[in-house]
């Protein structure tokens, strides 16, 4: 499986190159994005973030400082924008009660997991975008498009979020720069060929 998984990688990385992911400027960006994110496609994100910038309130501490009425209006593009915003408010509070990213530096991956899980509107997924992402934690971020992957190549009979982050994190290198660049490349390859309606023809994975 080991070969496997690394083959795929190559062969990803080959085609599609760096993704140079996360599409951020700061640590804030990239948490507050991650929760953004949450069903709703990246282009839409860009909005919500957007406003949130023009506004200066991409930043956790100023969030946490808003009112949620007000994180509401700017954050309408990404959708869900009522639950969204109580999540950013949430999450926002709990970096600023916590001493920052700084302080959260400190704690090990284990335990600042679950502190993240523990976070009204953190799941699995958004956890460890913001730990695989701000944090530089070596741990696989697991989403419909991994699981799409693992299903069409038979690479296991797993579905639960953590039977397929097992298969990555048990057969790959506990390496963030691969983990970062693996997950990167699957939401490309799934963007570019491996849609609902995957078109093989000329895909880098025909074959694997
Ligand atoms: S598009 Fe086809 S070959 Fe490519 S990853 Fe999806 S199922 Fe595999």
Request: glycine residues 4%; proline residues 3%; positive net charge.
């Amino acid at each position: 499986m080991k070969e496997r998984l690394l083959e795929i990688f190559s062969r990803l990385y080959e085609k599609f190159g760096p993704q140079h992911w996360w599409p951020a400027e700061t640590v804030d960006e990239i948490v507050i994005g991650a929760v953004l994110t949450q069903n709703t496609a990246w282009k839409n994100v860009e909005k919500a973030l957007e406003n949130l910038r023009n506004n200066g309130l991409l930043e956790l501490k100023k969030l946490s400082e808003t009112n949620v009425e007000t994180i509401k209006e700017l954050i309408k593009p990404a959708g869900f924008f009522n639950q969204k915003a109580i999540y950013l408010k949430n999450i926002s509070d709990f970096f600023v009660k916590s001493g920052g990213l700084k302080e959260l530096s400190h704690l090990d991956t284990k335990t600042l997991r679950q502190k993240l899980l523990n976070v009204k509107g953190i799941g699995k997924e958004t956890a460890d975008s913001i730990l695989l992402y701000a944090f530089k934690r070596p741990i696989f971020v697991v989403d419909a498009y991994t699981r799409r992957l693992i299903e069409r190549h038979k690479l296991c009979d797993c579905s639960s979020y953590d039977e397929v982050q097992k298969l990555f994190m048990e057969n790959l290198p506990l390496d963030e720069k691969l983990f970062n660049e693996y997950h990167a490349l699957i939401v490309k390859l799934a963007k570019e060929f491996c849609s609902k309606k995957p078109i093989c023809n000329g895909c880098p994975l025909e074959g694997v």
